[in-house]
């Protein structure tokens, strides 16, 4: 069955050190998104794409997160410099296509601790 | 601004107890109404997708209700089993931007 691939799945990096996240969609998602997931309460969506075009970011801290979809395929979530209130998980997630009937597939996440 | 809230918090029951998880919005302008189960440090797994214009959605042990006039929506797990031990997340989807707006989720724990 194919799943959304993410990676690393943990990882531990000094507050204002850069950090990159990595996700690769089902095949044939046209829409991916990143969540950010802190400890105890719901995934919230930083950005969602459609290809390679941001649709929606209006939650993400752009002046130190950036994301990228270069390909309309895999993505790249940054954070540069990285704060300890960064700590969370960062999910990513894909689907068919942003107004069709079809489900988000959630990838196993990435565990950002900040120190 | 879509709110969307889960009771109880968190919930223990022994095995085998039929229980009720409940997710309220207070926007009722839903395009959909997602049910999602999340392991300890895992990602999340869909469990069952509700549309806007359905009541009601089955799989195996489980069945989600929606009342979108009322703003709520329920997940019914029967026979629990300590398996079903998790966080159950709804989220719902709006018409207007189709993002995932979740709760803060329940946290199940089914004692053998």
């Known amino acids: 069955e194919a799943e959304v691939a993410q990676s690393p799945r943990y990882k531990i990096t000094e507050k204002s050190q850069a950090v990159a996240f990595w996700c690769d969609p089902i095949?044939?998602?046209?829409?991916l998104y990143w969540y950010r997931q802190i400890l105890g309460q719901g995934p919230e969506l930083l950005v969602q794409?459609?290809?390679?075009?941001?649709?929606?970011d209006s939650q993400l801290p752009k002046d130190r997160f950036s994301a990228e979809r270069l390909k309309g395929v895999d993505s790249t979530l940054k954070i540069q410099p990285a704060e300890l209130g960064d700590s969370a998980m960062y999910l990513c997630?894909?689907?068919?296509?942003?107004?069709?009937?079809?489900?988000?597939?959630f990838g196993p996440g990435t565990r950002l601790t900040v120190t | 601004k879509q709110e969307v809230t889960q009771i109880p918090a968190a919930l223990s029951v022994p095995e085998g107890e039929n229980l009720v998880l409940n997710c309220s919005f207070t926007d009722s302008a839903i395009y959909n109404l997602q049910w999602f189960r999340q392991d300890p440090g895992k990602g999340l797994t869909s469990l069952l997708l509700?549309?806007?214009?359905?009541r009601e959605q089955t799989s195996g042990r489980l069945n989600a209700s929606l009342d979108k006039s009322s703003g709520r929506s329920t997940l019914y797990i029967a026979a629990s089993q300590p398996g079903d031990s998790a966080t159950y997340l709804c989220?719902?989807?709006?018409?207007?931007?189709?993002?995932?707006?979740f709760g803060s989720g329940t946290r199940l724990l089914v004692r053998p």
């Open positions: 997630a894909s689907s068919l296509d942003p107004k069709s009937r079809y489900e988000q597939y």
């Open positions: 794409f459609q290809d390679e075009s941001v649709v929606d």
């Open positions: 095949s044939g998602h046209a829409t």
């Open positions: 989220a719902v989807r709006m018409d207007s931007s189709y993002k995932l707006i």
């Open positions: 509700i549309q806007s214009s359905q």
